[in-house]
């Protein structure tokens, strides 16, 4: 059975760069039947889906995060990293990565939804100085 865990900061400056990393264990990340997200929750907010990444590594992300966003993999060791930069106490949320079926990555995107996929428990990352 597939599981995921986040590690990483859990505090970081504003107008620094957020850097985490996601390390899957039970199944591989180049596995063609899955992409693989990065999702987050603010305080008193619903879920928000950040960006995923295909089989083959390719990059797709929330346009209203886009430009502050990179997804990046390392095969060797069955990690994807999140990239964010330029962060403000707005980007204070708890974070997860999934593996998300190829069948339910556009409903990923456009309403995460926990039932959906394989999730990572969560870290907890405050924007703050």
């Known amino acids: 059975q597939v599981q995921l865990q986040e590690s990483g900061p859990g505090l970081v400056k504003p107008s620094q760069t957020l850097s985490l990393t996601c390390t899957v264990s039970?199944?591989?990340?180049?596995?063609?039947?899955?992409?693989w997200s990065w999702i987050r929750q603010s305080p008193g907010k619903g879920l928000e889906w950040i960006g995923h990444?295909?089989?083959?590594?390719?990059?797709y992300y929330n346009p209203s995060l886009k430009s502050r966003t990179s997804i990046s993999r390392d095969t060797s060791k069955n990690q994807f990293t999140l990239q964010l930069s330029s962060v403000t106490p707005e980007d204070t949320a708890v974070y997860y990565c999934?593996?998300?079926?190829?069948?339910?990555?556009?409903?990923?995107?456009?309403?995460?939804?926990?039932?959906?996929?394989?999730w990572g428990q969560g870290t907890q990352v405050t924007v703050s100085s």
């Open positions: 039970g199944g591989s990340i180049t596995n063609n039947y899955y992409y």
């Open positions: 990444m295909s089989s083959s590594g390719s990059a």
């Open positions: 999934a593996r998300v079926p190829l069948s339910q990555t556009a409903s990923m995107a456009s309403r995460p939804t926990k039932t959906a996929g394989s």
